[in-house]
Antibody, heavy 125, light 112 residues
């Protein structure tokens, strides 16, 4: 059974870069049927899609974060990663990695069918 | 961006009674291939979200058949035929037709 696990620092200082990694186990990240995505949830609030990556390296970002976000993939390690630069308190959230099911490359998204447990990142000095 | 608007935002329901959540999009969710990529998620307290329904009306494996999805174009509905205690949580719609992907604000279902 496919599992996703986020890892990274739980505390980041303002203006620094948040870095998280998602390790995929029980399946290959190099599948043509999925994007791999990051979603966050500020305390007590709803879900915000951050961005997605295809195993080939094609990326899609939320325009509201695009200038600060980089998502990358390492197929040899079956991992994908998130970097968010110049963080502020508004970036404090639970960050989830998830598998985003697609019909085919370039199709729409059938939604995230596998999620990690989430990791809490607090931005504070 | 496509704005997803859910209603109600709070939904108190008596056990065994039906419940309905509306989700409206600011643009049509019909993709160029004819599919409509509207998906529903459930987030129980303290848990990660879980996909319930994809492409308007398709159940995920293990989802009880008391859940159903319907709709077309810009207007969609998630229905629970008989609410059970385990259904407590927040429900989100999400559109996967347009970039960026966007979620509704969430509807909090609670037991009266």
């Amino acid at each position: 059974q496919l599992q996703l696990q986020e890892s990274g620092p739980g505390l980041v200082k303002p203006s620094e870069t948040l870095s998280l990694t998602c390790t995929v186990s029980g399946g290959s990240i190099s599948s043509s049927s999925y994007y791999w995505g990051w979603i966050r949830q500020p305390p007590g609030k709803g879900l915000e899609w951050i961005g997605s990556i295809y195993y080939s390296g094609s990326t899609y970002y939320n325009p509201s974060l695009k200038s600060r976000v980089t998502i990358s993939v390492d197929t040899s390690k079956n991992q994908f990663s998130l970097k968010l630069s110049s963080v502020t308190a508004a970036d404090t959230a639970v960050y989830y990695c998830a598998r985003d099911h697609i019909d085919y490359y370039g199709s729409g998204s059938e939604g995230m069918d596998v999620w990690g447990q989430g990791t809490t990142v607090t931005v504070s000095s | 961006d496509v704005v997803m608007t859910q209603s109600p935002l709070s939904l108190p329901v008596t056990l065994g009674q039906p419940a309905s959540i509306s989700c409206r999009s600011s643009q049509s969710l019909v993709y160029s291939d004819g599919n409509t990529y509207l998906n529903w998620f459930q987030q129980r307290p303290g848990q990660s979200p879980r996909r319930l329904i994809y492409k308007v009306s398709n159940w995920d494996s293990g989802v009880p058949d008391r859940f159903s999805g319907s709709g077309s174009g810009t207007d969609f509905t998630l229905k629970i035929s008989r609410v059970e205690a385990e259904d407590v949580g927040v429900y989100y719609c999400m559109q996967g037709t347009h970039w960026p992907r966007t979620f509704g604000q969430g509807t909090k279902l609670e037991i009266k």
